[in-house]
């Protein structure tokens, strides 16, 4: 059987920076943003010229990937099984140019059939014309970032919009005819409270979107949030303003109560921090976290394409100049070991709550997984933080509130 990709698109723009972002993402006049299209539209075209005469790897990635095997499928016969324009804020973008962006991919790569096509949108950058244009163009998923339901959170967060307007871009995605919509929330906000975050929770699922993601606020470095809230030692040696994030035990009980609620609300956890009605789980980010190969386009997106990984600059400038060529945007091409790949397979896969399969392992690295992990497997499963069920091996909910030390406990 032939392999499907999944393709990424990223529009680096957004109408202001948020306060706690550390995305590739910045305001853009509109000349700029027209001046990315065209040369994203390059680069889609010519990204499937590689593809089509089996040159990608040569032409793209000035020839430091490894060239096809003779018994690897032709790229140009795998079908596209997800879209997934990420920002930024897509929706920043006019109908057309979405349009265009959409007719650049359908003529360049062969999409199934039921492909999933989703666009990010934030309230605030949304109308109808938009919204139907978008579903004409072809885009039948839409995520909404909404974060917070309370205007001083939204505030904080630095959000162009209101609890309102997300209100507003809901009925009129709905109205447009979405029947799959995604909303973002955040949890684990300065000064937040499980109240005031289930007040959140209360309100979305009144709304009873498909899908909602839902994350811990991290405070990155090089965001506005860490110069006012980072290194809280610091800050607080030099008497500046402190953090009032909540505790690691607040956040953890936000995050399981929230669980707890999204279930009986009919949301079924299928990954750490992502919920679904049945049915809807996001296949785009399935697909990643199961090792499905997956072609970046635009500004600084990443690929994993035959065994390699690759990004393209993050210098928008740069990215301009040459009018996405894609062999002058693509740089970083790292061919992963063995290790790698078996330690991406873990790493990836455990986050979802089906966990990872034995016998997919073998078919992949063509050896049993006991040698390698079977003792940090054992002893994690002892500690009660990973589960084995006959094939599959999966976090417990103990293995979920503590799993970034699982998985260095297992990959180490
Ligand atoms: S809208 Fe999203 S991508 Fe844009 S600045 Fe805010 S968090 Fe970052």
Not at 144 to 152: M, P, R
Not at 182 to 206: H, I
Request: with cysteine.
């Amino acid at each position: 059987m032939i392999p499907d990709f999944e393709l990424y698109i990223h529009i680096p723009f957004c109408v202001r920076k948020c306060a706690y972002c550390d995305f590739l993402s910045a305001p853009a006049s509109e000349d700029v943003r027209e001046r990315y299209v065209q040369a994203l539209c390059r680069e889609i075209r010519e990204s499937g010229e590689s593809l089509r005469d089996g040159k990608m790897k040569e032409r793209a990635l000035h020839g430091v990937i490894r060239a096809s095997g003779e018994n690897e499928p032709s790229l140009a016969k795998r079908t596209v099984s997800t879209l997934f324009f990420g920002g930024g804020t897509p929706s920043i973008l006019e109908v057309g140019q979405i349009e265009r962006i959409m007719k650049a991919c359908r003529e360049t790569f062969l999409f199934a059939e039921n492909a999933e096509i989703s666009l990010e949108a934030n309230p605030g950058t949304l109308t109808m014309d938009k919204l139907e244009g978008y579903r004409r163009a072809g885009i039948n998923r839409l995520s909404l970032g909404l974060q917070s339901v309370h205007e001083n959170e939204l505030r904080l967060l630095g959000r162009i919009h209101s609890y309102e307007d997300f209100l507003e871009s809901y009925r009129l995605a709905r109205k447009a005819g979405f029947t799959n919509i995604n909303v973002d929330l955040m949890s684990a906000l300065p000064g937040q409270t499980w109240e005031s975050y289930r007040e959140c929770l209360e309100k979305v699922t009144a709304l009873a979107p498909e899908h909602i993601s839902a994350y811990s606020l991290i405070v990155e470095e090089g965001t506005l949030f860490y110069e006012r809230y980072g290194d809280e030692e610091k800050r607080r040696e030099a008497g500046k303003e402190t953090l009032l994030l909540p505790s690691e035990e607040e956040e953890r009980e936000m995050y399981e109560n929230g669980v707890d609620f999204l279930r009986k609300a009919g949301y079924r956890r299928y990954e750490i921090s992502n919920f679904a009605r049945e049915g809807y789980a996001c296949r785009h980010n399935c697909g990643y976290w199961t090792g499905v190969e997956y072609l970046g386009l635009g500004l600084g997106a990443s690929s994993y394409m035959e065994g390699t990984r690759f990004s393209n600059v993050r210098d928008l400038k740069r990215y301009l100049e040459v009018d996405g060529a894609p062999a002058l945007v693509r740089e970083l091409p790292e061919v992963l070991s063995e290790e790698e790949k078996k330690e991406e397979f873990f790493f990836l896969g455990l986050r979802m709550m089906q966990g990872v399969s034995a016998a997919e392992f073998e078919r992949r690295f063509g050896e049993s997984w006991e040698r390698e992990y079977g003792a940090s497997m054992q002893k994690l499963i002892r500690m009660g933080y990973l589960k084995q069920e006959g094939d599959r091996l999966f976090l417990t909910e103990e293995g979920v509130s503590v799993s970034n030390e699982v998985f260095a406990e297992l990959l180490l």
